[in-house]
């Protein structure tokens, strides 16, 4: 799919703990899973969020996956995931190693992923 061709040139790329990223025209929950897949394949140690948007629906479905070596430093993955839906106009949660959540403004999906990288390194650091 279109979504795992995308996950698979961020997965080609140099990353560090964490890994945000905004896949556009992706708002299929099981996409977005499949591409977190793809990418972890490469960085399994990473921390992951992913955010697709359906702007023409009003839609952005996101899901986060941490590690535990990551989740024992403090970063849970409900609580990204919650953190960043709220800046999207939604909600979530979920366990501490995978989440996921919903949100209404597409718009806001740029500045919400940043807010995701943000986010996460601080409460690692």
């Known amino acids: ?12 790329a140099p990353q560090d703990d964490v890994i945000a990223v905004l896949l556009e025209g992706v708002s299929d929950r099981d996409d977005l899973l499949a591409a977190m897949d793809a990418i972890r394949a490469r960085h399994e140690h990473a921390a992951c969020l992913l955010l697709g948007t359906n ?23 409900g609580d990204w995931v ?6 999207c106009g939604g909600g979530g949660g979920g366990r501490p190693d995978m989440a996921q959540a919903g949100g209404s403004r597409p718009d806001q999906a740029s500045e919400a992923v940043e807010a995701a990288r943000s986010w996460a390194r601080e409460t690692l650091a």
């Open 1 to 12: 799919s279109e979504a795992v061709s995308l996950a698979q040139s961020v997965a080609e």
């Open 82 to 87: 919650k953190h960043v839906a709220g800046l």
């Open 55 to 77: 702007p023409e629906a009003g839609k952005v479905v996101m899901v986060a996956r941490v590690p535990s070596s990551l989740i024992d430093r403090g970063l849970k993955a």
